[in-house]
């Protein structure tokens, strides 16, 4: 089936510093979706990218549509403590309505 | 967005048990999904909800382990069936609005002793 590498696990940062993470598939996908999960609570989605090539952003955060339509990255701008969290990017294939999720990214802010 | 309510949020169940979690959602759609988060995982999904049909479920889940109902556009209820210490996992319903865009629940994190 389709699969999502996301990359990297993990991250620590200081604060202030800019962030990216990818994710990167054989597979190609029609939607790119980021998302940000809280302990304890839902994924919350960030960014909704729809066309290949397309840059959206949302506040501090900027993500993109490669242009493959295989690969997607979030960049997070001037990273504060809040930030902090999971970040998964998840897909959806061309067939069917499916979302697939990368394995996730986890962000620590040092202030 | 919509507003997509789950209950409980948490419980704790004894093994050979089962329970049953609610999601309602604020809006009228088509499919409802349902997916399970295990520690330090990302998101499996376990299910797709249609009113008014069978589930359809993924590889590796089975009716008679996770039955799921789906009475009206609003609401739906999955239920972990004689559960295990391996059920234990966040579980998570999902609605599909604007396009393609999926919102999550807050989740139900269930512990199984």
């Known amino acids: 089936g389709q699969q999502l590498n996301q990359s990297p696990q993990s991250m620590f940062i200081q604060e202030g510093e800019d962030v990216s993470m990818n994710c990167t598939s054989s597979?190609?996908?029609?939607?790119w979706l980021w998302y940000k999960q809280d302990p304890g609570e839902g994924p919350v989605l960030l960014i909704a990218?729809?066309?290949?090539?397309e840059l959206t952003s949302n506040g501090r955060l900027t993500a993109q549509f490669g242009i493959t339509r295989k690969d997607s990255f979030l960049n997070i701008s001037a990273s504060i403590p809040s930030d902090v969290g999971i970040y998964f990017c998840?897909?959806?294939?061309?067939?069917?309505?499916?979302?697939?999720f990368g394995a996730g990214t986890i962000l620590r802010v040092k202030s | 967005s919509a507003v997509i309510s789950q209950k409980p949020s948490r419980d704790i169940c004894q093994r050979g048990t089962s329970l049953t979690i609610q999601c309602q959602v604020d809006?009228?759609?088509?499919?409802m999904f349902w997916y399970r988060q295990q520690p330090g995982q990302s998101l499996t999904l376990i299910a797709t909800?249609?009113?008014?049909?069978?589930?359809?479920?993924e590889s590796g889940f089975v009716i008679d382990k996770f039955p799921i109902s789906r009475p009206n556009l609003t609401f739906s209820t999955l239920t972990v069936s004689n559960m295990s210490p391996e059920d234990s996992s966040i579980y998570l319903c999902?609605?599909?609005?604007?396009?393609?865009?999926?919102?999550f629940g807050q989740g139900t994190r269930l512990t199984v002793v």
């Open positions: 999902s609605v599909d609005l604007r396009v393609a865009e999926a919102f």
């Open positions: 597979s190609i996908f029609n939607t």
């Open positions: 990218l729809y066309k290949a090539g």
């Open positions: 998840a897909g959806r294939g061309e067939y069917g309505n499916k979302l697939v």
């Open positions: 809006s009228q759609v088509t499919m």
């Open positions: 909800a249609n009113q008014g049909s069978e589930a359809t479920y």
